[in-house]
């Protein structure tokens, strides 16, 4: 996950990835074995990655956190990167970091670069997020870049890749909202540095913007610094909170990321249509090869709010693909189909019509993102 609910932005749309920027072929690594720990998303066969036949891909099939493979990446995957993407989620297959529960938005876009255009498309996003005017520090942009030439020269490992998705995370984020906040505050470690009756006052002064400053002084005594917020936003403007602060990224923010980091990004309306537009079937079926669409979705069946985020996109041969980072029990890391929008592929993607929805209190769905990486 990774939204503006604690783990995941209920105010992020939906968003399509525009046509990747095109870079010569880097040499491929010699092939090397990558471990893979224990619950990690198992992989799909690359002889099989063309087949018209719809493939669910690390299903995760406990109640667990699915993890990254790990190791570097042999070049038979750098060749179909349906062998790496499949593997990949926004946990690390070792101890994650501090962030990684924020990171499913640029996670997300990642995956779909590589997913729709190959690794110098990602080597050439993450090259634009390093250089670009953000969030990160000298010594992380130079760490950032320095993945992305690994990625060009098909030399990067999964923990490069999992380190590239809380870098670009930590690149835009730049505000962290109410929700995030106070939903923070409560977390055992931190709400029991209130009373009863203060915890109980946080949560109404949550949606109650003329209580402001009354909240402030709560969030401060539960998360032991000063917290200032105005409009509902807090600014991550420290080293240290740009570190450590696991909100995830507004629509706002994401929109901003995409855009400087693939050229044509746009945000899209989702939902124009009730009971086509707002289904997997509908979004996809408006793509054209090499564009993808991340959108926010419930994390799972009995979320609440869209809380996470998801991509559905095709390759640039036209066969569509679908990537969640967090698969929850049932869930697939990676669904990949064919050419055309076949049963086998819907039928393993319905499960998230469902989890399209307006955020609490809201009437219209978040935007989608919509980009060609």
């Known amino acids: 996950m ?9 105010n992020m749309r939906p968003i399509v990835v525009n046509k990747p920027p095109v870079a010569d072929k880097a040499p491929a690594a010699a092939p090397t074995a990558d471990a893979k720990p224990a619950g990690a998303a198992d992989g799909f066969d690359a002889s099989k990655s063309t087949a018209t036949v719809t493939r669910a891909c690390g299903k995760n099939d406990t109640p667990n956190t699915a993890k990254s493979a790990s190791g570097t990446i042999s070049a038979d995957q750098w060749a179909d990167p349906v062998q790496i993407v499949s593997k990949l989620t926004q946990y690390p297959a070792g101890a994650p970091d501090a962030q990684s529960e924020a990171a499913c938005s640029a996670s997300n876009m990642i995956g779909a670069a590589l997913m729709s255009g190959g690794p110098d498309a990602a080597a050439s996003m993450l090259d634009k997020v390093a ?30 890749l999992n380190r ?9 984020n730049t505000v962290a909202t109410v929700n995030d906040l106070v939903s923070e505050a409560l977390e055992p470690e931190n709400a029991k540095n209130l009373s009863d009756g203060e915890k109980a006052k946080l949560s109404a002064y949550a949606h109650q913007p003329a209580k402001e400053k009354e909240m402030d002084k709560l969030l401060t005594k539960a998360l032991g610094r000063p917290v200032v917020t105005h409009g509902g936003l807090e600014k991550v403007n420290t080293a240290d909170r740009r570190a450590k602060d696991t909100s995830g990224l507004t629509d706002g923010e994401l929109k901003g990321l ?9 945000q899209i309306k989702v ?13 996809a079926g408006k793509l054209k090869p090499g564009e993808a669409v991340t959108l926010r979705v419930g994390a799972s069946a009995d979320s609440p709010s869209p809380d996470h985020y998801v991509t559905v996109g095709r390759r640039k041969d036209g066969t569509y693909y679908m990537y969640n980072p967090d698969p929850r029990n049932g869930d697939a890391t990676l669904v990949v189909g ?3 929008l076949d049963p086998g592929f819907l039928d393993k993607t319905k499960q998230y019509d469902d989890r399209i929805m ?16």
């Open 271 to 283: 939902g124009a249509h009730p009971g086509k537009d707002d289904t997997i079937e509908g979004i």
């Open 164 to 172: 590239a998705q809380v870098l670009t995370y930590r690149s835009a």
């Open 131 to 160: 250089k670009g005017k953000n969030q990160l520090g000298a010594d992380e942009k130079k760490e950032l870049g320095d993945i992305a030439e690994r990625i060009r020269n098909r030399t990067a490992s999964f923990e490069d």
């Open 2 to 10: 990774g939204g503006p609910n604690g783990v995941s932005n209920p």
């Open 358 to 373: 307006p955020d609490i209190g809201a009437d219209n769905l978040p935007p989608g993102l919509k980009y060609a990486p």
């Open 258 to 266: 995409a855009q400087n980091a693939v050229k044509g990004s746009q």
């Open 338 to 340: 064919g050419k055309k």
